[in-house]
């Protein structure tokens, strides 16, 4: 819709970019919060999130470049600019996780305590990066009759807003994710749900999307790669759940 937000000589902003920026601050901002309530040291948050934001940007762009490589080999200095969008979402999580675990593992604080604290923040700040993707007019929608759709600039047909879909669906999980942050039975729960509702949303939302996409067993590569999540991670979630209980027998 609106990629550039304004062009000043060799100064351009990016509406993808200045979202995710945006998204980072404001998620930051309420973690910063949220942790010193709940006896976190607000220094240690603060870095862990800074630096898990910047190993997840990188991973998100490594999974990307692989993923689209056909494009990315006839022109490999592209592959750097990150500020004109391009990220694989899986693949920056991975990124992030990988430090987030490094960091907790040096700094001796429980990796499930923390993940806990973060995870509704990665649901925030994924939002404004859904948004991000509706200016920059990635990531769209499959052509749609119905009064929500959208047509953009250049284009002849109308498209699912599936990047505003995504927007509201992460804002709820955001809400839902604080909700049982506040009522956890064990350190690990909201981490463990993050990985079961958002790939689940995410499944759904695939079939609304119109941009290329490898598929594996007739499934876009990403809705299967949600099923391997949402198996392992409510497996793991089942056998925790049954030794809480059992604990408190």
């Not at 991975?94 to 700094?107: H, P, S």
Request: aromatic residues 18%; hydrophobic residues 55%; glycine residues 10%.
């Amino acid at each position: 819709m609106h990629p550039v937000l304004f062009s000043w000589g060799p100064i351009t902003l990016y509406t993808y970019g200045l979202m995710i920026a945006l998204g980072v601050v404001v998620s930051i901002l309420f973690l910063r919060h949220r942790g010193a309530s709940n006896g976190f040291d607000v220094d240690t948050v603060t870095d862990c999130a800074v630096f898990s934001v910047l190993s997840g940007i990188v991973g998100a762009r490594v999974g990307y470049v692989i993923q689209e490589w056909s494009v990315f080999k006839l022109d490999p200095l592209s592959m750097f600019q990150i500020w004109k969008g391009g990220l694989a979402f899986y693949g920056g999580v991975a990124g992030a996780l990988l430090f987030f675990y490094i960091f907790c593992r040096v700094n001796k604080i429980p990796f499930l305590r923390m993940a806990d604290l973060f995870v509704p923040f990665l649901a925030l700040a994924h939002a404004f990066g859904r948004i991000g993707c509706f200016l920059n007019g990635c990531c769209f929608g499959k052509p749609t009759t119905l009064a929500c759709g959208v047509r953009f600039p250049g284009g002849t047909e109308t498209l699912h807003p599936v990047q505003l879909y995504a927007f509201v669906f992460l804002v709820a999980l955001f809400f839902i994710l604080s909700w049982i942050y506040r009522h956890r039975r064990f350190d690990g729960q909201v981490f463990l749900m993050y990985f079961i509702l958002y790939p689940i949303g995410r499944f759904f939302l695939e079939f609304l999307r119109g941009d290329e996409a490898r598929f594996v067993f007739g499934l876009r590569l990403f809705q299967a790669v949600s099923i391997v999540i949402i198996l392992v991670t409510l497996a793991v979630y089942i056998i925790i759940s049954r030794r809480v209980l059992k604990k408190g027998s």
